[in-house]
């Protein structure tokens, strides 16, 4: 894909991996922003988060402080000389973020999903020379992430970048948003040089996920981490429960392995990934299986029936090992598979029907 690209450079200064952006979800108060900001600068983090128009999913929830919080956002650039990162989603957030000289512009996964909403934007930034940062859109397409991309770099922006932030899903699953680390991955092959910024909040939804997150983007070879920090998690007015202190965020970057980006093993790492994440799938696939199979041992038990059924449990060992054929693997590799998952499957049955 040709995008018109110059260096990122968010800081101003010669970067080094990863680039970090720490800050809370939100802007909630003056003083939450000052403090957190002030706990963020020591730590050495140069680059301040913190969003004033949040997209939430339902009304009637905390929306965002509004331009109040513009005022806060250039107290810290004035008094702690971070640059400030902001979201923007309509023409007047980004004349209003422009105006006020807020630095790094993000775009969220709900905007970016939006080509109207994306073309508005990409109208307002002409002529503009600012860094902007488009999110992931919630659904996994990675045509309309590039088409949003194109969008922002047809309006004159070349210093872009993406944050790769997850993607939603119905089931509720161990991650907020799923990784599915194979499409920033494809983004990476078909445009090299767009730097890509992982945001471990959004993706993990929960403070114990952050650190593993970000050493599994740090072993992917990307450029950088967006993470959110408030100085009272608890607290938060939104994102709770995925907010880490200033102090942990230290922590979580201290202990982070950097390594060199080395083609060999950046591949190897990279196919690691998709087979830790197809392993994923298919445990969460089993136990999808196993809760319909206790279903079914509680129809049976209401019914009288036996658990075993010898017809049908014949019928899925030809079918299955059929199938695997056709898809390559050996027949009798499948039937093993098939014939330990029907003994799971059994046992599932068998303590339903034994519960009163
Ligand atoms: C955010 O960064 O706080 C945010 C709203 O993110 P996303 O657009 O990824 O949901
Ligand atoms: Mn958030």
New binding site residues.
């Given amino acids: 894909m040709e995008l018109n690209l110059t260096p990122l450079n968010l800081t101003g200064e010669q970067e080094v991996r990863p680039v970090v952006i720490a800050g809370p979800?939100?802007a909630e108060t003056e003083e939450q922003v000052m403090n957190t900001a002030n706990g963020l600068a020591k730590k050495g983090v140069k680059l301040f988060?913190a969003?004033i128009w949040?997209?939430r999913t339902k009304p009637g929830g905390f929306e965002g402080i509004g331009e109040e919080g513009i005022a806060w956002m250039q107290r810290v650039q004035k008094e702690l000389h971070m640059k400030v990162c902001t979201?923007v989603a309509t023409h007047a957030h980004v004349e209003a973020a422009l105006k006020a000289g807020i630095d790094v512009l993000?775009i969220?996964?709900?905007?970016v999903a939006n080509p109207f909403a994306m073309q508005e934007i990409a109208d307002s930034l002409k002529g503009v020379d600012v860094p902007v940062l488009v999110?992931n859109p919630?659904n996994p397409d990675l045509e309309l992430w590039i088409g949003g991309l194109q969008r922002i770099n047809q309006a004159g922006i070349t210093r872009l970048g993406v944050?790769h932030?997850g993607f939603s899903t119905y089931e509720k699953k161990i991650y907020r948003?799923l990784p599915m680390w194979h499409i920033p991955i494809e983004l990476r092959r078909r445009c090299p040089n767009l730097p890509i910024i992982c945001?471990p909040?959004?993706i993990g939804g929960a403070r114990e996920l952050v650190a593993p997150l970000c050493q599994q983007a740090m072993d992917l070879g990307f450029d950088g981490l967006?993470i959110?920090s408030h100085c009272n998690p608890d607290a938060a007015w939104?994102?709770a429960k995925q907010q880490v202190t200033p102090d942990v965020l230290d922590f979580i970057l201290d202990k982070l392995v950097i390594r060199n980006i080395t083609e060999s093993t950046e591949s190897l790492d990279t196919l690691r990934q998709q087979i830790d994440e197809i392993d994923n799938s298919l445990i969460e696939l089993l136990a999808k299986r196993m809760r319909i199979s206790r279903e079914i041992g509680q129809y049976k038990k209401e019914h009288d029936m036996t658990v075993v059924q010898t017809m049908r449990y014949t019928e899925i060992l030809d079918k299955r090992g059929a199938q695997g054929v056709l898809c390559g693997m050996d027949a009798d590799f499948i039937k093993a598979v098939f014939e330990n998952i029907h003994e799971e499957s059994v046992r599932q049955q068998m303590d339903v029907m034994n519960k009163d």
Avoid: L, M, Q, Y
């Fill in positions: 979800c939100s988060r969003g949040k997209p979201e993000w969220g996964a709900r905007t999110k919630v944050i932030r948003n945001d909040s959004h967006i959110e939104s994102d």
